[in-house]
């Protein structure tokens, strides 16, 4: 349960004038505790088995705080720090709020304003076309968050977060919204001192009808590589459907760049729920990668060395236990093809595998949130 702390509440208690502009700030602390156990191997006869953090969802803590200013406006904030319950050390490389950092004004007429340490769209927009939406378990991490070069509408640094970032979210219109993201590059990254400044610009519409979910994305970003500007543009497409009895669930991905390549990535799913707790998660992607050595590392020539291939598929399953508390399980499988060598969400999973090698993963875990 969400534990909601009014602002000046307990001073409110002693000075009662007070009272009336108490009533309109709050503070909400929340978070996850996530941990499962995952079996890792491959073809190559490589197998580990470990206990990691943020199976369903990232381990966090955070606070999120509203203000009232009148006239349908309001000040927002929003400060998330990741960390691994499996060893309590901080995520997302010991950044105190790693997850999110972000100020802003929101109006339910006018829209959202925020800036800061922001999740970028292709963080929600993955989680709303995942039907599997258990990390290390999902054929749509791999082809877009476990890739050496990441989609999901980050080309820059972290697939879904994004440091320097304004955005802007429309009010829903006739279930339509909008959303709009601009980040600049790192003031203290060295390669902001050459000649082009490393940043993206990304933009999204997204339609709800009743069952219908669809949602179309497009970001661009400028990468400063031996002072040479690069770049690169992603489109996205998804679609879920509810039928009541199942959901449905397909996306597609295109990405171009300077030299000429093209990278493709799709996948389609579907969830059946079994009781009025339990859910079967069943999905099924490819991608192919033109842009990556056999090495991982980016291709930033016209001159095309292979296709980094893979396949994935998974079925997954999830238990809630309360409306906080959900138990889970997943088997995922995941082959390479051409010169792809590409693992399962390190680290606790395997940190390299070879070409042609057949990774598998299965895990159990548990999710709590307050």
């Known amino acids: 349960m969400r534990k909601l702390i009014t602002c000046g509440a307990i001073a409110a208690a ?5 009272m009336a502009q108490a009533q309109q700030s709050s503070v909400t602390l929340y978070g996850v505790a996530d941990v499962f156990m995952g079996y890792f191997a491959n073809s190559n006869g490589q197998h580990v088995i470990s206990m990691n953090s943020g199976g369903a969802g990232g381990s966090r803590w955070g606070l999120r705080g509203q203000e009232d200013l009148g006239n349908g406006l309001s000040a927002i904030f929003t400060l998330e720090s990741g960390f691994n319950i499996n060893n309590g050390t901080s995520g997302q490389s010991g950044r105190l709020f790693g997850r999110r950092a972000f100020v802003g004004l929101h109006s339910a007429q006018y829209g959202e304003l925020i800036a800061g340490r922001l999740q970028t769209m292709g963080y929600d927009w993955g989680g709303t076309f995942d039907p599997i939406l258990l990390a290390p378990g999902s054929p749509l991490g791999s082809i877009g968050g476990e890739n050496p070069r990441p989609w999901l509408f980050n080309m820059l640094q972290d697939p879904a977060r994004s440091d320097n970032s304004i955005q802007y979210t429309s009010p829903t219109f006739r279930g339509l919204t909008g959303t709009l993201t601009y980040s600049w590059g790192d003031p203290s990254d060295p390669l902001t001192a050459q000649a082009y400044q490393r940043h993206f610009e990304l933009a999204t519409l997204r339609y709800e009808n009743g069952p219908l979910i669809t949602e179309y994305g497009f970001g661009h970003s400028l990468q400063n590589q031996a002072a040479v500007a690069r770049n690169t543009y992603e489109n996205v497409l998804g679609i879920r459907y509810n039928l009541n009895f199942m959901e449905l669930y397909a996306s ?25 707790f339990g859910t079967v998660r069943v999905s099924y992607g490819e991608l192919s990668d033109q842009n990556l050595t056999a090495s991982g590392t980016q291709i930033t020539t016209p001159v095309k060395v292979g296709d980094w291939f893979i396949r994935s598929a998974a079925i997954g399953y999830t238990y809630s236990v309360s409306k906080s508390t959900m138990l889970y399980g997943f088997v995922k499988k995941l082959w390479n093809s051409g010169i792809a060598s590409q693992s399962i969400y390190p680290p606790g999973g395997l940190a390299t595998t070879g070409q042609h090698s057949n990774v598998t993963a299965i895990g159990l875990g548990m999710s709590t949130r307050f």
């Open 14 to 18: 002693a000075f009662a004038p007070m």
């Open 252 to 276: 597609g991905q295109i990405r171009t760049n300077d030299p000429g390549f093209v990278d493709k990535g799709w996948q389609v799913g579907f969830t059946v729920p079994t009781s009025p």
